[in-house]
């Protein structure tokens, strides 16, 4: 089961932190991703982390913006949105995979097993 949590509004510029609360994971390994949809548009990955070794992996539009980390002890991923821009505008989705993904593999939606509800991000300009 997955929750995410922390959308809201924001000015260009402006900061978010999302947070993906997760449960009955019993698995040797999994991976937390980031997704979003604006609309009109495909759902994009967005960043995600291998829980074994903490690996991650950003889009090229996010890079340098956006930061996601995990805190185990809460079974909690965060994505901390900085320097957001109206084109960040989306709902916000986190999924989890039953496996550590590859590098390559980590922002492809169809490699996510589990997928919790949306959070809304809007941003003005």
């Known amino acids: 089961q997955l929750q995410a949590s922390g959308g809201g509004s924001a000015q260009a510029g402006g900061s978010l932190r999302l947070s993906c609360l997760y449960s009955g994971f019993s698995f040797d390994d999994y991976t937390i991703g980031w997704f979003r949809q604006a609309p009109g548009k495909e759902r994009e990955g967005v960043s995600s982390i291998r829980n074994s070794d903490g690996g991650t992996k950003y889009a090229q539009s996010v890079r340098g913006r956006f930061t996601v980390s995990r805190d185990n002890a809460k079974n909690t991923v965060y994505l901390q949105m900085n320097s957001l821009k109206p084109e960040d505008t989306a709902v916000y989705f986190c999924?989890?995979?039953?496996?550590?993904?590859?590098?390559?593999?980590?922002?492809?939606?169809?490699?996510?097993?589990?997928w919790g509800q949306g959070t809304q991000v809007t941003v003005s300009s």
């Open positions: 999924a989890a995979s039953r496996r550590g993904l590859i590098h390559s593999t980590m922002l492809n939606s169809g490699d996510y097993d589990y």
